[in-house]
């Protein structure tokens, strides 16, 4: 008698039908494995992708993310398939076979399937969408706190910074993630992952672009994210939160420093007006989970009525 457990398929299911709410084109596929999405294929259209890049995926249920083994690129949809199914097998285990049917679907059928192992309490996981929530959170925590103990402007200075230099990140990034580096950097990155897989070596290390290039890169606009609308106001305040305040608070040197409190609820708000347009959009809004989207709401209506900026 056979007691072994059958693999769970992978369902390839267009994002337009999968998904609750935006705007997804015909080539964007969700990667469901009993029900539940494990990953993402699909095809960047832009006109600066190579072709042998256009196609990417990632298996998104298997943390952390490590580039050419759980996410890369490919030049078709059938390679980038092909992919996804090794580097889930590797993961899971071994696929004995495959099934394909219609063009919106694959389904792939295994054996040995190994129960998921629970996060362990000694690690606590952080990723781009996490990396914002936190810092808003901060901001949130500390904004009510800033009329009677004023030197806790300091964090939520540095928070509102961090969180809107994270949603920038999320807002950009592209399916090879060289949209949110520095221009060496990017190039060294395509370089490796339009090499041979045998002979590329080891990943190159990544050097993310600085704030100021960040907010160019948003307000330019990309393939893959809309031109970012500033008034000259919120261009002003944004600036100041960088240069005037972030940067002297991450370096600091001896001296006294007195900081005017007025303004400082204005310049707070701008950025995290920005950062909740940013965070809203649906390229982003796909990788969140719904209670981060509450969480993420309730923190800004927190922060929003403790500042009170909007009087």
């Not at 230099?165 to 399916?175: F, T």
């Not at 307000?219 to 944004?238: K, S, Y």
Request: charged share 30%; proline share 5%; with cysteine.
């Amino acid at each position: 008698m056979d007691n072994t457990k059958a693999m769970p398929r992978l369902v390839l299911k267009r994002g337009k039908f999968s998904r609750s709410s935006g705007q997804w084109p015909d080539e964007d596929y969700d990667v469901l494995a009993d029900g539940k999405v494990v990953g993402r294929i699909y095809e960047d259209a832009s006109a600066s992708t190579p072709p042998e890049l256009r196609w990417f995926w990632s298996v998104t249920e298997i943390v952390p993310a490590t580039p050419g083994v759980t996410n890369g690129h490919a030049a078709t949809l059938e390679e980038a398939m092909a992919k996804f199914r090794a580097a889930w097998g590797k993961a899971r285990a071994p696929f004995e076979a495959i099934e394909f049917r219609d063009g919106d679907v694959f389904t792939d059928l295994a054996d040995g399937v190994r129960p998921e192992t629970p996060p362990s309490d000694d690690y606590i996981r952080f990723d781009e969408i996490e990396d914002v929530l936190a810092s808003v959170d901060l901001v949130a925590l500390l904004a009510p706190l800033v009329r009677d103990q004023p030197q806790h402007w300091k964090w939520v200075i540095i928070g509102a910074h961090s969180a809107l230099q994270g949603a920038m990140v999320c807002a950009l990034r592209d399916s090879s993630s060289t949209s949110i580096l520095t221009k060496k950097s990017a190039a060294e990155t395509l370089d490796w992952l339009g090499a041979d897989e045998a002979t590329r070596g080891k990943y190159p290390k990544e050097r993310l672009a600085d704030f100021e290039d960040l907010m160019r890169r948003c307000v330019r606009g990309a393939p893959n994210c809309e031109p970012l609308v500033l008034t000259h106001q919120q261009c002003r305040d944004i600036r100041r939160l960088h240069r005037a305040f972030r940067n002297n608070f991450a370096h600091f040197v001896p001296k006294g420093w007195s900081i005017e409190k007025v303004g400082l609820p204005r310049i707070i708000g701008a950025a995290l007006d920005v950062l909740r347009e940013l965070m809203n959009r649906s390229q982003v809004a796909y990788h969140m989970e719904e209670d981060q989207r509450t969480r993420l709401n309730s923190a800004l209506h927190t922060a929003e009525l403790a500042l009170r900026w909007r009087e």
